[in-house]
C-alpha cells in the first residue's frame, strides 16, 4: 500500500511556544498513523502560505501548528494555489478561537491523535478581498489587539490580555462611520464594532444567539454595533453581549449573507482571524462554501 504523505508546518514562536517540545511526539503520531512526515518550521509571516503553495500538491495532508493566523496562511496557500487537501489544525496560539469554536483539543498531543486519526468535514470560509479568512474579520473595539498586543502579555493572560489593554487605551474605542452592504441592502452609521464570520464566537467575548450561525451553510453572520451615545444605551449593548441575547439590542445589527461590500473610511484596519489586513478603501466579502476541508 503507498505511504501517506503529511506536510507538518510549524511556527516554534506561536503562544508559549510550547509546541517545539512536542515536535519529535507529534510526527510519531502520524508515523504510527502511516504518514510518511514532512516539517518544515516558519522563521517569517508569510512563509507559511509559500510552503503550501510550493509543497502542499504533493501531499495527502496538511497540518497547521501555531495560532490561527499560521492555519490562516496555510488556507490561504491552498486556495490560492486552486489545491484541494485535508487540513488539520494543532493550536498553540494564545488565544486559539478557531479551535474552541470547532471544539478542537487545545493540548497539541490530543489535536495531533485527533487529526490523525479522525475523519473530513466542510467548512465554509471568508474571503475578504483577496484575502481568506477562517474565522471571523472584525473591525473596532478590540479588534487590532490580537496583533498589538505584547506577546508575553497574551501568552500569560490569554483572552484576559486584550481586555486589560483595552482598558488602557479607552481611546481606540471610538466610532467610524461605515456603509456595510448586506445582499444588495445598505447598512449605514456610526460603528464601535463590526464583524463579518463563519464562527460562534468573536475575540473570545462575544457569542451568537445559541443555534444562530451554522458553519456550512454557505452564509456569513454580519455584525455591527452602532455607537451608544448614553450610559444607557452603553448598558444595553453589554447586556446582550454578556447574555447572548444580541437580536434583543436595538443598537445591534445583525444579519447572514453571502455577499458583502465595505466601504472604508481613512485609518481603519480590519483583523483578519487576528492578524491585521492592511488598509483599503472597498472590499467585497464573500462566503467559500465548503472551502476548507477540516480533518479531526
Not at 60 to 74: P, R, S, Y
Not at 270 to 280: H, R
Request: proline share 5%.
Amino acid at each position: 500500500m503507498e505511504e501517506k504523505k503529511c506536510l507538518l508546518i510549524v511556527n516554534p514562536v506561536a503562544g508559549r511556544k510550547s509546541i517545539q517540545k512536542n515536535i519529535p511526539q507529534i510526527i510519531r503520531i502520524f508515523m504510527d498513523a502511516g504518514y510518511l512526515v514532512t516539517t518544515m518550521v516558519t522563521a517569517v509571516k508569510g512563509e507559511a502560505e509559500a510552503l503550501t503553495r510550493e509543497y502542499a500538491p504533493s501531499h495527502d495532508l496538511i497540518v497547521a501548528a501555531g495560532g490561527d493566523g499560521t492555519l490562516n496562511e496555510v488556507v490561504d496557500g491552498l486556495l490560492h494555489a486552486g489545491i484541494t487537501v485535508p487540513v488539520g489544525y494543532i493550536p498553540c496560539g494564545s488565544t486559539n478561537e478557531f479551535a474552541t469554536a470547532q471544539q478542537l483539543p487545545t493540548d497539541s498531543l490530543a489535536a495531533a491523535r485527533a487529526i490523525a486519526n479522525g475523519g473530513v468535514r466542510s467548512l465554509d470560509l471568508g474571503k475578504f478581498g483577496n484575502q481568506i479568512f477562517c474565522g471571523s474579520a472584525i473591525f473596532g473595539a478590540f479588534s487590532w489587539m490580537g496583533y498589538t498586543t505584547e506577546q508575553d502579555l497574551k501568552n500569560k493572560l490569554g483572552m484576559g490580555a486584550y481586555v486589560l489593554e483595552g482598558a488602557f487605551d479607552p481611546s481606540m474605542l471610538k466610532p467610524w462611520h461605515m456603509k456595510v452592504t448586506v445582499n444588495g441592502v445598505p447598512h449605514e452609521d456610526e460603528y464601535i464594532f463590526g464583524a463579518i464570520s463563519n464562527a460562534e464566537s468573536l475575540a473570545g467575548i462575544l457569542r451568537y444567539p445559541e443555534g444562530y450561525v451554522s458553519l456550512n451553510d454557505g452564509l456569513l453572520e454580519v455584525l455591527l454595533i452602532r455607537m451608544p451615545t448614553n450610559f444607557t444605551e452603553w448598558q444595553q449593548v453589554l447586556h446582550s453581549i454578556y447574555s447572548r441575547e444580541l437580536n434583543t439590542c436595538p443598537l445591534i445589527e445583525l444579519a447572514q449573507a453571502n455577499s458583502v461590500w465595505v466601504d472604508n473610511p481613512d485609518g481603519l484596519f480590519w483583523s483578519l482571524d487576528g492578524e491585521s489586513s492592511g488598509a483599503f478603501r472597498t472590499a467585497h466579502v464573500s462566503a467559500l462554501p465548503g472551502a476548507l476541508k477540516l480533518k479531526g
